[in-house]
């Protein structure tokens, strides 16, 4: 049977090497070749455990000096700047429900320097030595090291000693210059953003990455931006998971704009379709293609494990950034709701760490694909 996906493009895949061109002519094959297939790399890659991570948000401040056309979280006129013993109460409340992580991002303050950033790590640490910090984001490290005075080398070190155990890699919207001109003129160019993501890896902190699409890209800039990331991974290794966020138009100028000329959210079966081609470049660099519940709704994440994604994030406890830009799925979701959405799909739930480790077991092909099927440890 014809698939539409031609066979030397598929042995390109298995291999990892998938071109621009191939990433096109994924593109315009049909939906359901494109998802069939992706769900071939996720068994290959990661079987059929979908993980989840038990976490809580974290927003210091939504106080920002940034410019981001798409952005409906800051406010600089009814701001709030958590005081570390707000933030503590926070941690406490995320060990109290078993979170193994905690994801902390904020604003950019115009009035700070790096101490600052390293006094929320070096807080939390004292009193909760082994939760797990996923912290700033490429801008706001690049901020802190630029209000210093000082390299996003020796940023990186100084955060990393400080208690930083991995970055979300967020901040990289689309890594176009010409994107980034458009919505988000103030912020670090594309470049910057490969450059301190990479500077974290070699400083040995592991990071996500992310794609906001959706909005003013071509098909040919999210291509190039999922190729940057294999180009990345290739090179230092250190991407744990890559996560596809559709852009969210409300409360935000860019997409004000964009809803005047009658262009809403992107449709679900392309959110889907970029998921399955997430998988199919990504084949053999990065094993983790997380599903954003928060983003997609927990209906189309559960549909997006059959297409390519293998992770469905975190409990997150709580949401402000897609809230305040129309998305109205909920700011938490237990584990227990979690995995019920996976067994739903089909799969075999897996609680993880951050960085995924202890969870690579194999499992036996007779276990695979099974509802219900409960794993042992
Ligand atoms: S996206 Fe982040 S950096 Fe940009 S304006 Fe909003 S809070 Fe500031």
């Not at 698939?3 to 593109?27: F, M, N, Q, S, V």
């Not at 935000?252 to 992107?266: A, C, D, F, Q």
Request: negative net charge; charged residues 25%.
């Amino acid at each position: 049977m014809d698939t539409g996906i031609p066979e030397e493009l598929k042995e390109r895949a298995y291999r990892g090497i998938c071109t621009k061109e191939d990433a096109a002519l994924l593109l315009g094959a049909g939906p359901f070749e494109l998802f069939s297939f992706a769900d071939e790399l996720r068994a290959l890659a990661v079987g059929a455990r979908v993980t989840y991570v038990r976490n809580r948000n974290i927003n210091f401040t939504n106080r920002c000096t940034g410019t981001c056309r798409f952005c409906a979280f800051k406010d600089n006129k009814d701001y709030y700047i958590l005081s570390p013993e707000e933030l503590l109460a926070k941690v406490r409340e995320a060990k109290e429900t078993k979170a193994t992580e905690v994801c902390i991002q904020g604003g950019l303050l115009p009035d700070v320097d790096l101490s600052f950033y390293l006094g929320i790590l070096e807080s939390i640490k004292a009193e909760y030595p082994e939760m797990h910090i996923h912290a700033f984001s490429p801008m706001e490290v690049w901020h802190a090291a630029r209000l210093s005075g000082i390299s996003v080398k020796e940023a990186l070190l100084q955060l990393k000693k400080s208690g930083l155990d991995s970055m979300p890699g967020t901040a990289a919207e689309i890594l176009s210059d010409r994107v980034r001109e458009i919505i988000c003129p103030a912020k670090l160019k594309a470049g910057e953003w490969v450059e301190v993501v990479k500077q974290a890896h070699t400083t040995g902190l592991p990071t996500t990455a992310t794609m906001m699409y959706g909005h003013v890209e071509t098909p040919e800039e999210r291509i190039e931006h999922i190729l940057t990331i294999r180009e990345i991974q290739k090179e230092t290794g250190g991407i744990t998971e890559f996560v596809p966020l559709p852009f969210m138009p409300y409360n935000n100028p860019i997409g004000e704009k964009l809803m005047k000329e009658g262009r809403y959210t992107s449709p679900g079966t392309e959110d889907l379709k970029i998921y399955a081609l997430s998988r199919i470049l990504l084949h053999t660099h990065v094993d983790n293609i997380q599903a954003s519940w928060v983003k997609l709704g927990k209906k189309l994440a559960q549909l997006a494990l059959h297409c390519g994604a293998n992770d469905l994030g975190g409990t997150l406890m709580e949401e402000r950034i897609s809230k305040s830009a129309g998305a109205n799925n909920g700011e938490t979701i237990t584990a227990k709701e979690l995995e019920w959405m996976i067994r739903g799909a089909g799969r075999i739930p897996k609680e993880r760490n951050t960085l995924y480790m202890g969870i690579k077991e194999p499992v036996s092909d007779s276990q695979r694909e099974v509802p219900g099927y409960e794993a042992s440890e």
